[in-house]
Structure formats: structure tokens, C-alpha cells
């Protein structure tokens, strides 16, 4: 790990990351069948490398397993309804740990709390089907499969070069001076004042009849050079 990855985690906070993750999220877009977004907004520096490190402990936190742990939080679920006296534990807790084996074991053992405590709604004299928790462990996770899939959109998006508002405007006064030269524009005027306006089709083909330009003229003319 490099020193400034270092010292990005320390100085963001989850919170202040996941903050960001959404800012930066919201600036890419899809074109050209790609997701992309602006170098002008693009996380760099201590974000980018805040935003790999999120990236890298998100993914760490929603690998499956450990399967002891998973059986150990259903198992303290089971032991709290006085319902499941006389059940096979072993076999209840091996049936239910295979159907939550693809969570990691952080989540089943909130969700077995959450049951314990009554805070996962269900009927509350009688244990969870492995369905229910299953589906209470999908909510549970479901923050940090959002933040991450964003955070990989946003790291996977192509940058690409976002053109500056003194850029574009030198670029249209260089069409404009080419449109004037082309003949592609006129003067008229709207009372006492002069107006600028575009030619039409018909009046471009008129003109160009009665200003004839040789290839020669045309290239000079849009590369702004002439010949000796």
C-alpha cells in the first residue's frame, strides 16, 4: 500500500468516503456504451485512493462465511425460543447454516440478534424459517452491495477530457471567423442595429454560383494558409 492510500483511510472517515462515493457517482454517465465521466470530476489523489481502499474493505466484508460463526449465531437463535425444545438442533442448525453458507457470518449473527430481540418482525414464539432470515440478511447487506457497486462503477467509469468554457469559446470564434470566410454567414440588420445571420441552403448555393472557389482556395481558406 502506498503512503498517501495510508493516510487517505485515516483521514476519511467510512461516513465521509460513502459521502463522497454518491458525488462522484452522480457525475457518471453513459455514452457511447460505456460509462464514463469527466477528468474535471473524477475522484484523484487521496479520493481515488480513499475510494480503492472502501472498495478493497466492502468486498473483504461480503465474502461469505466463516461457516463456524454462522452456525454458532443460529445456533444461540434456536437455544432462545423455548419452541424448539425437543428439536433436532444439530440438524436445524446445519439445514439453515447450508441456506445461509453465500452470507457473510457478520450479517447472519445481526440478523439471528435482530430475531432474538424482535426486531426482525415474524411470529416471535416460534423460530424463523431460513427464508425469512435469509431475506432479513439480504436488507442488512444491502447498504454496503449498494456502496460498492457504486464505488466500482465510478472506479471502472473511462475518464475522458472535458473541453474548458474558454476552450469551447475559442474553438466557436474559430468556426465563426471560418463561417465568414466560407461565406457560410451575412450581415443584416434589425433597425438601426447590425445583426449577424446564418445563410440559408438557397443562399449559400447562390452564392458559391456567383463566388465560384477552387479547391486550391477552399483548403487555403479553411486552413487559414495561402500559397506562395
Given at each position: 500500500m502506498r503512503d498517501d492510500q495510508s493516510t487517505a483511510v485515516t483521514i476519511l472517515s467510512p461516513a465521509a468516503i460513502s459521502a463522497r462515493v454518491e458525488d462522484y457517482a452522480a457525475a457518471v454517465t453513459f455514452q457511447g456504451g460505456v460509462w464514463?465521466?469527466?477528468?474535471?470530476?473524477?475522484?484523484?489523489g487521496r479520493d481515488l485512493?480513499?475510494?480503492?481502499?472502501?472498495?478493497?474493505?466492502?468486498t473483504a466484508s461480503l465474502a461469505p462465511g466463516p461457516m463456524h460463526d454462522i452456525q454458532r449465531a443460529l445456533l444461540q437463535m434456536f437455544l432462545a425460543f423455548p419452541s424448539s425444545n425437543g428439536l433436532d438442533m444439530q440438524g436445524a442448525v446445519a439445514a439453515y447454516a447450508a441456506a445461509l453458507s453465500i452470507f457473510p457470518a457478520w450479517a447472519v449473527t445481526r440478523a439471528c440478534e435482530d430475531v432474538v430481540r424482535g426486531r426482525a418482525g415474524g411470529n416471535k414464539a416460534f423460530a424463523p424459517s431460513a427464508a425469512e432470515v435469509s431475506s432479513h440478511v439480504t436488507g442488512?447487506?444491502?447498504?454496503?452491495?449498494?456502496?460498492?457497486?457504486l464505488i466500482r462503477k465510478v472506479l471502472g467509469a473511462q475518464i475522458y477530457r472535458e473541453v474548458s468554457?474558454?476552450?469551447?469559446?475559442?474553438?466557436s470564434a474559430a468556426f465563426r471567423a471560418l463561417a465568414d470566410e466560407l461565406?457560410?454567414?451575412?450581415?443584416?440588420?434589425?433597425?438601426?442595429k447590425p445583426v449577424k445571420r446564418e445563410r440559408s441552403l438557397d443562399e449559400l448555393a447562390a452564392h458559391y454560383a456567383?463566388?465560384?472557389?477552387?479547391?486550391?482556395?477552399t483548403i487555403a481558406s479553411m486552413t487559414g494558409k495561402r500559397g506562395a
Open positions: 464514463s465521466i469527466s477528468d474535471r470530476r473524477a475522484p484523484a485512493a480513499a475510494l480503492q481502499d472502501r472498495e478493497a474493505q466492502l442488512i447487506l444491502s447498504d454496503a452491495k449498494r456502496e460498492a457497486a468554457d474558454d476552450e469551447k469559446a475559442r474553438v461565406g457560410m454567414s451575412s450581415w443584416g440588420s434589425e433597425g438601426d456567383a463566388n465560384p472557389l477552387q479547391p486550391s482556395e
